[in-house]
């Protein structure tokens, strides 16, 4: 299958800060989203981009496919932003999603 | 419309015993997953379906079965619960292999 990797692991901010997450990726994809999982366990989409750039208030991300990696930004964070970020990829197959094992994000006041 | 919904929430079970997950989804969508998740880990993917009718393996399928009766449900079986099947399981589903897919609020299952 697919190996996802995320970077850092964990992140530990101030309310205010910005932060960059990684994404990287063993094969070609079709599909890419990022998740936030929030502290009570409910994964929210956040963006579905297998390619370019979006952005939804604070948040963005850019996909390069061609060289396999995604990033999202989170700007001016707030402790809302706090919990875990996943990343998940598309293969060929059918449709199944292949998740990184997330990054752990505290945002302090 | 109220996407993916998960019954039960939370469960407890003792070894051998058997327990039913079910998940509905009311987008018209044709395909649906169950997923586990496990501490520190990301999901992992145990059954899929494409379609009414139809159920695949996917990477963790040992000692689950699944069942996709009607399009709008997706139906996870333990037939006999073991400690390595406490998780949390998430239901998803997306109209198409393309499309996003969207995630159930999950369910809790200690097995002891």
């Known amino acids: 299958g697919i190996q996802v990797e995320q970077s850092p692991p964990d992140l530990i901010l101030q309310e205010g800060a910005n932060s960059t997450l990684r994404c990287n990726f063993s094969?070609?994809?079709?599909?890419l989203q990022w998740f936030h999982q929030n502290p009570w366990g409910q994964l929210i989409n956040l963006f579905y981009?297998?390619?370019g750039t979006k952005q939804n208030g604070r948040l963005s991300a850019t996909t390069v496919a061609t060289e396999r990696y995604s990033l999202l930004y989170i700007s001016s964070s707030q402790t809302t932003d706090s919990g875990v970020y996943f990343c998940?990829?598309?293969?060929?197959?059918?449709?199944?999603?292949?998740f990184g094992r997330g990054t752990q994000l505290t945002v302090w006041p | 419309n109220a996407g993916v919904t998960q019954t039960p929430k939370f469960r407890v079970l003792k070894t051998g015993q058997s327990m039913t997950l079910l998940c509905a989804q009311d987008?018209?969508?044709?395909?649906m997953y169950w997923y586990r998740q496990d501490p520190g880990m990301g999901l992992r993917l145990i059954h899929y379906?494409?379609?009414?009718?139809?159920?695949a393996k996917g990477e963790v399928p040992d000692g689950y079965n699944v069942s996709r009766l009607k399009k709008q449900n997706f139906l996870l079986g333990l037939e006999s619960a073991a400690p390595s099947q406490t998780s949390v399981y998430f239901c998803?589903?997306?109209?198409?292999?393309?499309?996003?897919?969207?995630f159930g609020p999950g369910t809790r299952l200690t097995v002891l």
């Open positions: 998803a589903s997306s109209l198409t292999s393309s499309y996003t897919q969207y």
């Open positions: 094969d070609s994809v079709n599909n």
């Open positions: 981009i297998p390619s």
């Open positions: 998940a990829v598309r293969g060929s197959t059918l449709g199944r999603l292949y």
């Open positions: 987008m018209n969508h044709e395909y």
């Open positions: 379906s494409v379609g009414e009718g139809t159920t």
